[in-house]
């Protein structure tokens, strides 16, 4: 199964992986990220597979078109459940936040 350039952008959001921790992940040039996204060119095939591969592992299911809806992206059901128990340090002081939150803008002072 191939991916397409939205795909790709989207499942890295879904998990919160920048283009170089892709790169990593997958073992393939920066490069081939950068411009498999931007629409620029499209990656080697062996290259392409390896970064379909790289979002999986970290949770990403990709969904083909069908008649009933179109291409996209959702987290699988053990990463979205690991997610909703995870806390991490985000807020101003080291106040926590569950992961998946909205952040809430800061009050303004008057």
Avoid: Y
């Avoid at 060119?41 to 392409?48: D, Q």
């Amino acid at each position: 199964m191939s991916i397409t350039r939205e795909q790709c952008r989207a499942a890295r959001a879904l998990v919160e992986m920048e283009q170089a921790e892709l790169a990593r992940e997958a073992d393939v040039p920066i490069d081939d990220v950068v411009d498999f996204e931007k629409g620029v060119r499209n990656p080697m095939a062996n290259n392409l597979d390896a970064i379909r591969k790289a979002l999986q592992s970290a949770g990403v299911i990709f969904i083909d078109g069908d008649d009933d809806g179109g291409l996209g992206v959702r987290l699988s059901k053990t990463h979205a459940q690991k997610r909703q128990t995870e806390w991490r340090p985000t807020g101003p002081n080291g106040t926590q936040t569950h992961v998946g939150e909205p952040r809430r803008p800061p009050k303004r002072r008057e």
